[in-house]
């Protein structure tokens, strides 16, 4: 069984930075990657999302330039730098792994990843 865990949640306030880390137990090697994250009351919605083939990135409209996803496949592990946090931005964040391989574009549906981790906590206080 694969495991995702994700790190690096917390509370901050608003214009400041985090960087989550999503550590799999498997290599994530072929595998594209991505964060999703979800709010009280609302769907899950993707965030970032990078490629397996060449790290192309793709990013929630809300993203704005403030996230940026990478990855690091020797150490199996995925991040999510960000930075201008906003109150919105408040959400726990879910890290999830592509059920295809090599997908050369990030797919933006949570159907389309199957496994996920439990999630760490981002809260933006004002």
């Known amino acids: 069984q694969v495991q995702l865990v994700e790190s690096g949640g917390g509370l901050v306030q608003t214009g400041d930075s985090l960087k989550l880390s999503c550590a799999c137990s498997?290599?994530?090697?072929?595998?594209?990657m991505a964060w999703f994250r979800q709010a009280p009351g609302n769907e899950r919605e993707f965030v970032a999302g990078?490629?397996?083939?060449?790290?192309?990135?793709a990013y929630g409209s809300f993203a704005g330039g403030r996230f940026t996803i990478s990855r690091e496949n020797a150490k199996n592990t995925v991040y999510l730098q960000m930075n201008s946090l906003k109150l919105e931005d408040t959400a726990v964040y879910y890290c999830?792994?592509?059920?295809?391989?090599?997908?050369?574009?990030?797919?933006?549906?949570?159907?389309?990843?199957?496994?996920w981790g439990q999630g760490t906590q981002v809260t933006v206080s004002p």
């Open positions: 498997r290599s994530i090697w072929g595998y594209a």
């Open positions: 999830a792994q592509d059920s295809t391989t090599w997908r050369s574009v990030p797919n933006s549906m949570p159907g389309e990843y199957n496994y």
């Open positions: 990078i490629s397996a083939r060449d790290g192309t990135a």
